[in-house]
């Protein structure tokens, strides 16, 4: 069974970077895309964007100037980073997996609480 | 970008009824050429991360009860909780992976009437 886990600060300062890492566990790294979505308290769901361990980027044109996703795989790892946040950018960050055959989400991180405040 | 309307925001039903939540697409989510709808529902509880229910419109994700099903294409697209059970409550949301951004629903959150 896939298992994503969300990692990183939950307090970043206006104007700076957030910075979050996804550890995947029980799969291959390998064959897949995997995206990033946020979730801000309340309300409903956004993709930021997603990325193939080959390098391919896929980025939301609405946080594009602003966003930068790597991997690494011999970590099976991803990573999100966000510059020149504000309070708009706080929001529960979830990882997850884009399935194979079709770009709906099969597994997900249990979410990390990122809060933009100085 | 796809813009995906749901109806109602919210929505009370006794247990052991029918649920019904619509979704709409801005633009058709049908791909030609495989006869395949680009649409996806997930369940989120509260504190959890959503879990996708159905894809591919109407196809059943492994393990969620068959009292959960999907149909629609194109445009428009219905889940249908045939028998609510206490541990549907939760809020529902569509998703077309149809084209990038994908783009996901404004969500209908589900109570016990």
């Known amino acids: 069974q896939v298992q994503l886990q969300e990692s990183g600060p939950g307090l970043v300062k206006p104007s700076e970077t957030l910075s979050l890492t996804c550890t995947v566990s029980?799969?291959?790294?390998?064959?897949?895309?995997w995206s990033w979505i946020r979730q801000p308290a309340g309300k409903g769901l956004e993709w930021i964007g997603h990325i193939f361990p080959g390098g391919s980027t896929n980025y939301n044109p609405s946080l594009k100037s602003r966003v930068t996703m790597s991997v690494d795989t011999s970590k099976t790892q991803f990573s999100l980073k966000l510059n020149s946040v504000t309070a708009a950018d706080t929001a529960i960050y979830y990882c997850?997996?884009?399935?194979?055959?079709?770009?709906?989400?099969?597994?997900w991180g249990q979410g990390t609480l990122v809060t933009v405040a100085s | 970008d796809i813009v995906m309307t749901q109806s109602p925001d919210s929505l009370a039903v006794s247990l052991g009824e029918r649920a019904t939540i619509s979704c709409k697409s801005s633009q058709s989510v049908l791909y030609s050429s495989n006869d395949k709808n680009f649409l996806a529902w997930y369940q989120q509880k509260p504190g959890q991360p959503p879990k996708v229910l159905i894809y591919w419109a109407s196809t059943r994700e492994f393990g969620v009860p068959d009292r959960f099903s999907g149909s629609g294409s194109g445009t428009d697209f219905t889940l249908t909780i045939s028998s609510l059970q206490a541990e549907d409550v939760a809020v529902y949301y569509c998703q077309q992976y149809y084209d990038t951004p994908y783009t996901f629903g404004q969500g209908t959150k589900l109570e016990i009437k």
């Open positions: 029980g799969g291959s790294i390998s064959d897949n895309y």
């Open positions: 997850a997996r884009d399935h194979n055959t079709g770009r709906y989400f099969d597994f």
